[in-house]
Each structure stands twice: as structure tokens, then as C-alpha cells.
């Protein structure tokens, strides 16, 4: 059995991107626009389901709800400022290396085509261990377990939807800079986030979200 990451894309993100690998694997090569547009469609999905979903879950929570839009808006403008600059000019070289990268972030699971990727095992079966405890409630939620097992989930995010993503790209001295400076924004905005959201949140309100992030750690 392995362990995934997964969620679905919106039904006209998907179908785009279907499009684009299977005209790619023909020998079609994208626009830079239509390249674009993906890219940051899929850091809109993520943010959405990683955060904005969450916020849903957390209305009544003004603290709470406001600690997740922060990141969210963060996170967001950080990434379409990196990836317009990033993806200004696009050889036909990188767009191999990026289609061949999309491939490897497509899920088909049991219940249809998602976008995430294959967790090693220990770590999937520790997020998925961890996630379960807390959705139970047969007992206090393991906050402190819950802390490092989200924060492991943005490290493994990081290294599979962002690393991955942009070791796809031939970048110079500057980009290279400003690849490391907004991973480093992100990743430690992400960390502060999950400690404190974890931290001051309800018995129930933490159940709920454990809910949700359990329904995309995937097995079979």
C-alpha cells in the first residue's frame, strides 16, 4: 500500500492541464501565457484547500480565521510574483522538465484524478496515524503530535510542489536568489502558522480540520 497527497483540481483546471501533457507528449509546445495561468491556478488550488477551505471551517473563529487568511494572502502573492518572473520565457527544454514534473503530481486514485503526490511510507503512515487520533476524540487531541506532523506536511509539500517544481527551470544567480528567499517566507510563514492555529483552536474545531486534511492522506 502507498501513501498520497491528494486533492481534486477544479474541473477546468484539470481538463487544461490534460490537455496541455497530452498535446505535449505529441510534440505541441505550450504559449509562456498558457503556462502561466496553470502555474498559478495550481498554487490557487493549493492555497485553497491547505487554507481557504479551512477558514470555512472556522467561521465564528475571527483569530483563527485571521491567522489562515494572512498565510493564505502571503503565500499567494509570493508565489504568482515568483512565477511571473520565473516563467517570463520558457524553453522548450524547461517545458519537458515541467511536463514531465506535472505527471509526476498526478494521483489517480480509487476515486478519480487528484493533484498532489507519493508520500514515503513512514511519513504518510504517520500523518495519516496522527490525523486519525485526532478525529477520533476518544481523547485530548494530540496537539503537540499534530505540530510536528502538519509542519512535516509543508516540509514534504515544499519539497515536492516547490523544490521539484523549480529545479525544472534553468535559473540564474538573481532567480536562484529569489526561488530560496520565497521558499524560506513560505516554509517558515507556514511553520508559525500551524503552531499557533493548533495551539489556541477548539477541542472540536481541531477534530474538524483534522477531518479535512485527513480526507486528502490517501492509501491504497
Known amino acids: 500500500m502507498n501513501h498520497y497527497f491528494g486533492f481534486a483540481l477544479a474541473d477546468d483546471h484539470q481538463t487544461r492541464l490534460d490537455t496541455l501533457l497530452a498535446g505535449h507528449a505529441q510534440g505541441v509546445y505550450s504559449s509562456q501565457e498558457e503556462i502561466s495561468q496553470l502555474a498559478i491556478m495550481g498554487v490557487?488550488?493549493?492555497?485553497?484547500?491547505?487554507?481557504?477551505?479551512?477558514?470555512?471551517?472556522?467561521?465564528?473563529?475571527?483569530e483563527g480565521s485571521s491567522l489562515l487568511d494572512v498565510v493564505a494572502k502571503l503565500v499567494t502573492s509570493t508565489m504568482h510574483v515568483l512565477l511571473r518572473q520565473l516563467l517570463g520565457k520558457v524553453t522548450r527544454a524547461e517545458q519537458d522538465n515541467l511536463a514531465a514534473y506535472m505527471l509526476r503530481r498526478r494521483v489517480d486514485a480509487p476515486q478519480g484524478r487528484l493533484f498532489g503526490y507519493r508520500m514515503p511510507d513512514a511519513d504518510g503512515q504517520r500523518l495519516r496515524t496522527v490525523l486519525t487520533r485526532a478525529v477520533e476524540g476518544?481523547?485530548?487531541a494530540p496537539r503537540a503530535e499534530l505540530i510536528d506532523a502538519m509542519n512535516l506536511f509543508i516540509d514534504l509539500t515544499t519539497t515536492y510542489c516547490y523544490d521539484e517544481f523549480t529545479a525544472c527551470l534553468e535559473l540564474g544567480f538573481v532567480k536562484r536568489k529569489l526561488v530560496d528567499v520565497s521558499r524560506a517566507t513560505i516554509?517558515?510563514?507556514?511553520?508559525?502558522?500551524?503552531r499557533q492555529l493548533i495551539g489556541q483552536v477548539s477541542e472540536a474545531q481541531l477534530r474538524d480540520i483534522s477531518r479535512h486534511y485527513q480526507h486528502m492522506m490517501l492509501a491504497f
Request: hydrophobic content about 40%.
Open 44 to 62: 490557487d488550488g493549493v492555497v485553497k484547500v491547505l487554507a481557504l477551505d479551512v477558514i470555512e471551517i472556522l467561521k465564528g473563529d475571527q
Open 138 to 140: 476518544t481523547e485530548p
Open 187 to 194: 516554509r517558515t510563514a507556514g511553520h508559525r502558522t500551524v
